[in-house]
């Protein structure tokens, strides 16, 4: 008797136990979350849709809407909820999401400088309409300490025609060049005209091996008299050239050049129509029309003197020059030794020194700047 009462109470109990077994499921069934009805029935909608196309060939998920099955798929039991797709999908699809995240995160390449640095690009470009990606990276690293390339500036460039510099050379010419530049003179004539339509002749004459002007002047009637009087002018008795290369206008007359021969120079004539013997003074004629003439119209003879003035001083003593380094021709004061400004030293090659501010020197009423570094006072 005790035995039966015994094992209908274990009866009993188990029936109880099953009872609240199912009454608990039943609770965390009816007091689940919003979020996860609203992600079963995600999963539910995608699975009714295929099943509804079961005539046509299924549609691919997109990427966006494996990524937000991922998502959903936290907030509820989803390996119960799904039929469509295996587990094994639904973890490839996780693993496709973590590597279009890590390749959004690691963002392949050098870093960007600072925006500081960017802006500053742009700037020069706008105010500098002549300058190309050479010169603003030469003015960058000389005179302001910032370390770039061309191809670094060339990323930040403006939108806009491409400027770059292209330089040709002749290989006999530049061998004797590199040989002699410290004592060769180059000099040739270029034409401006006036407001008024006049034609004026600027003689310029430089020193190959500095890239410094040496002498320029304008007049309407040049003369091999006028010329001789400013080869005298431009060369003391105490000078070091040795070599002297013109063309052969009619201006550099045979008596000119007899007389020249006194002042200890050896008159190097160009040959007939080859204006690349003569490259250096060419590519300076071409840098004086682009930078300068081009932009400006003389209004007579004292004022594109003037201005000649004005674009020689920051030739020689403000504007770098690539195939020196880059470097400066001549600093104040000084006509034959090669100057370099030295900017203030920053610890990062992409950083401006602290408590110093960039200052910007308007040439020839803004057509060209100098850009210098200033200490501010503590």
Avoid at 120 to 144: C, D, F, H, Y
Avoid at 185 to 192: E, H, R
Wanted: charged fraction near 25%; include cysteine; hydrophobic fraction near 40%.
């Amino acid at each position: 008797m005790q035995r039966l009462q015994s094992s209908a109470l274990l009866g009993l109990a188990a029936t109880v136990s099953d009872l609240l077994v199912d009454l608990l499921k039943s609770l965390k069934a009816a007091v689940r979350s919003r979020s996860s009805l609203v992600a079963e029935n995600f999963f539910l909608r995608k699975q009714l849709a295929f099943y509804q196309e079961h005539a046509v060939k299924p549609r691919r998920l997109t990427d966006a809407a494996r990524i937000a099955m991922v998502f959903w798929s936290r907030w509820f039991k989803w390996k119960d909820a799904l039929m469509v797709v295996q587990p094994d999908t639904l973890i490839r699809w996780h693993r496709r999401g973590f590597k279009l995240f890590w390749r959004w995160k690691s963002k392949p390449g050098r870093p960007r400088l600072p925006g500081n640095i960017r802006a500053l690009i742009a700037e020069m470009a706008k105010e500098n309409p002549t300058w190309g990606q050479g010169r603003v990276a030469s003015e960058l690293s000389l005179k302001l300490g910032v370390y770039v390339s061309p191809r670094t500036v060339r990323a930040y460039w403006p939108s806009g025609p491409d400027r770059r510099c292209r330089r040709t050379s002749s290989q006999h010419w530049q061998a004797f060049v590199r040989n002699h530049a410290r004592s060769i003179v180059a000099s040739d004539f270029l034409i401006a005209v006036t407001v008024r339509f006049r034609v004026l002749y600027v003689l310029i004459v430089m020193e190959v091996g500095t890239r410094k002007i040496l002498h320029s002047n304008v007049t309407a009637h040049p003369t091999a008299t006028w010329t001789l009087q400013q080869f005298r002018e431009v060369l003391p008795g105490d000078h070091q050239c040795k070599f002297l290369i013109h063309d052969r206008d009619s201006i550099f007359s045979p008596s000119l050049d007899r007389e020249l021969a006194t002042f200890g120079l050896r008159v190097l004539r160009t040959p007939v129509r080859a204006p690349q013997a003569n490259a250096y003074c060419e590519r300076l004629v071409g840098t004086i029309r682009r930078e300068c003439l081009d932009f400006l119209i003389p209004l007579g003879e004292s004022h594109l003197r003037a201005m000649l003035r004005e674009w020689v001083r920051h030739y020689n003593r403000g504007r770098p020059h690539m195939s020196l380094g880059p470097g400066i021709p001549a600093g104040d004061g000084d006509n034959n030794k090669q100057t370099a400004i030295q900017p203030l030293r920053a610890e990062g090659r992409h950083r401006l020194p602290e408590r110093c501010e960039i200052r910007a020197k308007p040439i020839l009423g803004g057509l060209h700047h100098e850009y210098y570094l200033e200490k501010i006072a503590a």
